[in-house]
């Protein structure tokens, strides 16, 4: 089996839909979901990212990390220069430095302190989060109390909740209705972009009895919804399943609850050293997937991994 791979590198983004997503290794079948690698979004924030790492002279930044994969901040940082920070007052030494707004986004005040401290912002933030922060803005415009279906701790959630003025509420799950004012008879429902549909759905028609008027926009990105039905297609058919992505990120653990609520035991690592082959020792088909975030290197790095240890055979590139 042969193959192309960057060491630590970038795989130039190809509509994420992988040639070749069937392998055989000694009695295991493994297969690759069809969509994997960098989402179109992570992809653009990333070129982005390094093409002006390389036509910077001053230092660079990403706020927060720019995507929630481990190995690509690191390879960032190590192989351009690019660092990230987490706040304004870290950026001590403005003059000549670009700060680069991570895939999330971020509250519209915080640019306006980076820019007001004299470094140049560049703003990689997903097209897809901007539209959830546009609809959020139109609706608190409109006078609707605006319900973000999604984590709250999640930075994509922060930033939107920030072009609603702080002034909506944020809905987890079903427990968290409770938490919408009473007297707010007209919501808006926007929704973070990596949620199960179905479980919006369940809060969404929750919503519907509590209020006069209910509007909702759907912001599910189409990216998270092709991956959740490929984690349905690829769970149905292995019985063991390795979720390859950030532990932080959002749509990679979404894709582990989706593997195991239709019966295949799932592993979620940031690595293919962290593959637990006892888990695997009775496997006869073994499923692979990856977040949005996750490079395509690494997905090919975690095959060759299970081909190894199944036939016996190191695999050369």
Same mark, same amino acid.
Request: proline share 4%; net charge neutral; glycine share 6%.
């Given at each position: 089996?042969?193959?192309?791979?960057?060491?630590?590198?970038? /795989?130039?983004?190809?509509?994420?839909?992988?040639?070749?997503?069937?392998?055989?290794?000694?009695?295991?079948?493994?297969?690759?979901?069809?969509?994997?690698?960098?989402?179109?979004?992570? *992809?653009?924030?990333?070129?982005?990212?390094?093409?002006?790492?390389?036509?910077?002279?001053?230092?660079?930044? #990403?706020?927060?990390?720019?995507?929630? /994969?481990?190995? #690509?901040?690191?390879?960032?940082?190590?192989?351009?220069?690019?660092?990230?920070?987490?706040?304004?007052?870290?950026?001590?030494?403005?003059?000549?430095?670009?700060?680069?707004?991570?895939?999330?986004?971020?509250?519209?005040?915080?640019?306006?302190?980076?820019?007001?401290?004299?470094?140049?912002?560049?703003?990689?933030?997903?097209?897809?989060?901007?539209?959830?922060?546009?609809?959020?803005?139109?609706?608190?415009?409109?006078?609707?109390?605006?319900?973000?279906?999604? *984590?709250?701790?999640?930075?994509?959630?922060?930033?939107?909740?920030?072009?609603?003025?702080?002034?909506?509420?944020?809905?987890?799950?079903?427990?968290?209705?409770?938490?919408?004012?009473? /007297?707010?008879?007209?919501?808006?429902?926007?929704?973070?972009?990596?949620?199960?549909?179905?479980?919006?759905?369940?809060?969404?028609?929750?919503?519907?009895?509590?209020?006069?008027?209910?509007?909702?926009?759907? #912001?599910?990105?189409?990216?998270?919804?092709?991956?959740?039905?490929?984690?349905?297609?690829?769970?149905?058919?292995?019985?063991?399943?390795?979720?390859?992505?950030?532990?932080?990120?959002?749509? #990679?653990?979404?894709?582990?609850?989706?593997?195991?609520?239709?019966?295949?035991?799932?592993?979620?690592?940031?690595?293919?050293?962290?593959?637990?082959?006892?888990?695997?020792?009775?496997?006869?088909?073994?499923?692979?997937?990856?977040?949005?975030?996750?490079?395509?290197?690494?997905?090919?790095?975690?095959?060759?991994?299970?081909?190894?240890?199944?036939?016996?055979?190191?695999?050369?590139?």
């Amino acid at each position: 089996m042969t193959g192309t791979r960057t060491t630590m590198g970038h /795989n130039k983004y190809t509509g994420d839909l992988r040639a070749v997503t069937h392998y055989r290794a000694g009695n295991v079948e493994i297969n690759i979901a069809k969509h994997s690698g960098y989402c179109w979004g992570v *992809d653009r924030a990333y070129e982005q990212t390094v093409a002006t790492a390389k036509s910077k002279d001053g230092p660079v930044f #990403t706020f927060g990390p720019l995507i929630h /994969n481990p190995q #690509t901040i690191e390879s960032l940082k190590n192989e351009f220069g690019v660092d990230y920070i987490n706040s304004v007052e870290e950026l001590t030494k403005p003059e000549g430095a670009t700060v680069i707004i991570r895939t999330h986004g971020v509250p519209p005040e915080m640019q306006e302190q980076f820019k007001a401290k004299g470094a140049e912002v560049i703003d990689a933030t997903c097209p897809y989060v901007r539209v959830t922060q546009n609809y959020a803005q139109l609706l608190h415009k409109q006078k609707y109390h605006v319900v973000i279906i999604g *984590d709250p701790k999640h930075p994509e959630v922060i930033s939107i909740l920030a072009y609603a003025k702080g002034e909506g509420t944020v809905i987890q799950s079903m427990d968290d209705l409770h938490r919408i004012p009473k /007297n707010k008879r007209r919501l808006g429902i926007v929704v973070q972009s990596t949620l199960i549909l179905k479980k919006v759905n369940e809060i969404v028609n929750a919503l519907l009895a509590r209020a006069q008027e209910v509007r909702v926009f759907n #912001t599910i990105c189409y990216v998270t919804t092709e991956r959740q039905e490929d984690a349905e297609t690829i769970a149905k058919y292995n019985d063991h399943v390795i979720v390859i992505g950030g532990h932080a990120s959002s749509n #990679t653990k979404k894709l582990a609850i989706v593997a195991e609520s239709y019966g295949a035991k799932a592993q979620l690592v940031e690595s293919p050293e962290d593959i637990d082959f006892d888990e695997l020792k009775d496997a006869k088909r073994i499923g692979i997937l990856a977040g949005a975030s996750t490079p395509n290197w690494l997905i090919d790095k975690a095959r060759d991994a299970l081909i190894a240890h199944f036939s016996g055979q190191p695999v050369t590139a």
